[in-house]
């Protein structure tokens, strides 16, 4: 083989890409339900974008974007990450003149040159929602559930949010001042990300992996908070009691991308190891002005969706994921058409069927469902036809039943592929 997959990407395929399309069918139940409607944006952009809202002292626009020259050298970029585009999208389709909050959901490819490790790829995926439109905290309380509500459908009912407010330009204002002064005071002790930080945005030195008792001694964001930022992440702890949300105060938190304002939070996963953040998110009121267009105020979660992946059991439980798979084997051509209309039937009942037309021998038929991970073989040759029945087998258990043609369609139906026999 001359090719291999760029590094940090993967192929998805199998039994894993069905457990991923599930996964996506049901996240998307739980988004659509609060009222948020897909969006889908280029997985391009212009550069600018990026550089202008994520932060040109920012680890994504310093090291970690895909950006190329096309044929006429616009300067173009594999999206890092969805907000901003989100954003862009929102503000040149004149969305605003709607009025009221712009509810959006996204899921899709992202990309960042960052170092590949166990749940970081180059390559990602992300599903995200952003309410736009409303400054209130009772919607960043339902940006947090409604992510929270992404794991609750799998049957994570305690995770743990880590929250915090990062204030605004007012409040910044003072505190930067004084963060640039003891970041000054303790500079030996500083990585040298971290003195390159200090100097542009020192805000990020936050986000620093290493320099972990530096942070500790720096003076913290929610200590200087203005009254409108304050009050705000007031209510919104309260309104997150009121809904039973654990969260943990993290005075330490802040996001990695510049146009974050007021709520930050992230959902972590303690059995992820160093990669254990889920889900991140906040409010994003400096974005929409950033971009040129009004002051929009607006507040948004991004899920890695590996991640999610990576903390599900391999069997799922739920209708989709029982139903089996069918594997045909026809033996000879003159059964071809009655396994199509057979096939057929179960496909209209929302079945998998797969025809195996190759008319090779049994054997090497049955070697070919079982790689491809079906659940059941169907097999269909003369006699079959003759007695209007076919004989099953479950990949699984091994067992074999014949059913008639009539009751195909009822018997997977009743059973699904957990209870048949
Ligand atoms: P961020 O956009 O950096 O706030 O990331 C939001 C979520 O996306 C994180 O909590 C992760 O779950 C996921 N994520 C971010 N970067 C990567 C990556 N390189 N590989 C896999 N997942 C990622």
């Known amino acids: 083989m001359k090719f291999k997959k760029p590094r940090g990407t993967q192929d998805l395929l199998g039994k894993y890409m069905k457990k991923w399309r599930s996964v996506e069918e049901r996240v998307t139940g739980v988004l659509q339900r609060y009222g948020y409607r897909e969006i889908r944006t280029p997985i391009f952009e212009m550069s600018g974008l990026f550089v202008r809202t994520v932060g040109e002292s920012s680890d994504i626009v310093t090291k970690e974007m895909y950006t190329f020259n096309d044929k006429k050298g616009r300067k173009l970029t594999l999206r890092p990450e969805n907000t901003a585009p989100v954003m862009r999208a929102y503000l040149e389709n004149g969305l605003q003149r709607q009025g009221g909050i712009s509810r959006f959901y996204y899921m899709g490819p992202m990309f960042r040159y960052d170092r590949p490790q166990a749940g970081r790829y180059r390559q990602f995926h992300q599903i995200g929602a952003e309410a736009i439109g409303l400054s209130n905290p009772a919607i960043d309380a339902e940006i947090i559930k409604l992510s929270l509500d992404i794991y609750k459908e799998f049957g994570f009912s305690s995770l743990q949010v880590r929250l915090n407010s990062v204030g605004c330009m007012k409040c910044r204002g003072e505190y930067m001042i004084l963060l640039r002064e003891k970041l000054a005071e303790y500079k030996s002790e500083l990585c040298d990300d971290c003195l390159h930080r ?47 949300v654990n969260y943990l105060l993290d005075p330490l938190l802040v996001r990695g991308l510049d146009y974050y304002t007021k709520t930050a939070y992230e959902i972590i996963h303690p059995e992820l190891g160093a990669q254990n953040a889920l889900c991140g998110g906040g409010r994003y009121d400096g974005l929409a002005s950033e971009l040129g267009g009004a002051s929009i105020p607006a507040v948004g979660f991004s899920a890695g969706m590996e991640r999610l992946m990576q903390i599900l059991p391999d069997e799922l439980e739920g209708k989709e994921v029982d139903r089996p798979d069918i594997y045909f084997i026809v033996f000879d051509d003159k059964c071809s058409i009655q396994a199509m209309i057979l096939a057929d039937k179960l496909r209209s009942a929302d079945f998998v069927v797969y025809i195996d037309f190759s008319m090779r021998n049994i054997k090497k038929q049955l070697k070919s469902a079982s790689v491809r991970e079906y659940d059941y073989v169907v097999f269909i040759g003369q006699k079959e036809i003759e007695d209007k029945e076919v004989t099953l087998k479950n990949m699984k258990s091994g067992n074999q039943v014949t059913v008639s043609f009539e009751k195909l369609v009822s018997y997977f139906s009743e059973k699904g592929v957990t209870g048949i026999e």
């Open 198 to 244: 200090a100097e542009i945005n020192p805000f990020r030195v936050f986000d620093c992996k290493t320099c972990i008792s530096v942070k500790k001694k720096l003076p913290i964001i929610t200590d200087y908070l203005c009254g409108e930022c304050s009050e705000h992440f007031e209510e919104l702890c309260v309104s997150l009691e009121g809904m039973s």
